[in-house]
């Protein structure tokens, strides 16, 4: 029998070689993968054309089409935004660093410290970034669609796993064969389902959130409020923390463009709000418990991601975790570690649990020995 610290030791192995596999074919690997989400998402389209006698080939036509049109309309939409905001680039230094000299004279005036190398850097560097926060907005989104390759690959891919999709079927019911093969349909069918529903539901929870930040953002009387609003929703991909990195753009912006110091903090303010409405109430309602991953293997899996794949590291982490949970839960020896990422229970987080549990053992350990 082979000790269980080599097998433990092989499969750490085999996890390294696989990530650093993963990392050198990444150029091929990471198109692939949103080939596969963009499929799984427009599979109910695409299906639905099917029903109404439309051929296979031209549901899968239709179905890529409509998916190129929303990403690109919402592409065109942010970069355009960029792009005028990047022509105020000047005005907005000027702005900051009138408010950046105040903010340094009260602090000297209040507190007698005075200004030094360190903070006339931080002046210099805060003109020279928002005078080119244009290009570097821009720059930001090259490198974003360059990470997604280029845009004709994951197109080609797309509409093959729709066309061929039944033929892919069969060929995981082959490679399961030991398994039934409804059995193995029936764990495609929920990865299909945790992914189909972590997505809307995440594009569902993104409209919401914009919404309100942007709301926030046009009482206020925030120029470029859409933008601002949009792209902290975006932000929401990083768990906990998204919403509130997303308001630190504005809230500098704010203070670069407006009157008074207070606009900032309200904006702050109402981006913790809607944070706190998001986290307790927007996703658990719509999201629900479809993917139940652990808090913090969620928040490894994104850092992992990004490490590795970059932009799109973070957007495919969290799918890819969840359907690692699952496919971790099919075996008996692997079960463990899909339930070690998945969502604790409340029963886990009340301090008895572990003694109810180490009372337990103990008293079977007891029971085995009176036998014995």
């Not at 942007?214 to 601002?228: Q, R, S």
Request: hydrophobic letters at 55%; aromatic letters at 12%.
């Amino acid at each position: 029998m082979t000790p269980k610290s080599v097998t433990t030791a092989a499969t750490l192995i085999i996890i390294f070689s696989v990530i650093a596999i993963v990392y050198v074919m990444q150029s091929i690997i990471v198109p692939l993968l949103f080939a596969i989400i963009f499929s799984i998402m427009m599979f109910p389209l695409c299906n639905l054309l099917e029903r109404w006698k439309l051929p296979r080939a031209a549901a899968s036509v239709v179905s890529l089409l409509v998916l190129i049109i929303i990403v690109s309309g919402a592409v065109s939409l942010l970069v355009n935004q960029v792009i005028i905001i990047g022509k105020d680039g000047d005005d907005i230094a000027k702005n900051f660093l009138t408010v950046y000299d105040s903010i340094t004279k009260w602090i000297e005036s209040t507190f007698g410290i005075e200004r030094g190398e360190f903070t006339n850097r931080i002046r210099e560097q805060g003109q020279s970034t928002l005078s080119n926060a244009g290009s570097y907005a821009l720059a930001a989104f090259s490198s974003a669609g360059g990470t997604l390759a280029n845009a004709v690959l994951i197109p080609i891919y797309i509409f093959f796993m729709l066309y061929y999709r039944d033929f892919f079927q069969d060929f995981f019911i082959r490679l399961n064969s030991d398994d039934p093969a409804e059995k193995t349909r029936n764990i495609i069918k929920e990865i299909y389902a945790v992914i189909q529903s972590y997505l809307l539901g995440m594009l569902t929870v993104m409209g919401i959130v914009a919404i309100l930040n942007t709301a926030g953002l046009l009482v206020m009387g925030i120029d470029y409020a859409w933008f601002f609003g949009i792209f902290a929703a975006v932000m929401i991909l990083i768990p906990y923390i998204g919403i509130a990195i997303g308001s630190v753009i504005p809230a500098l912006f704010a203070l670069a463009t407006m009157d008074s110091y207070w606009y900032a903090l309200g904006i702050v303010i109402w981006f913790q709000v809607v944070q706190f409405l998001e986290g307790n109430f927007i996703t658990p309602n719509i999201v629900g418990g479809k993917v139940n991953l652990n808090p913090l293997f969620a928040i490894i899996s994104l850092l992992l991601g990004g490490m590795l794949f970059g932009l799109a590291g973070l957007i495919l982490a969290i799918p890819i975790m969840a359907v690692l949970k699952i496919l971790l839960g099919l075996n008996k020896n692997t079960e463990p570690y899909s339930f070690l990422i998945g969502e604790p229970t409340k029963d886990h987080l009340h301090k008895e649990t572990f003694s109810k549990w180490f009372s337990k053992h103990k008293s079977g350990e007891n029971e085995e020995g009176l036998e014995n």
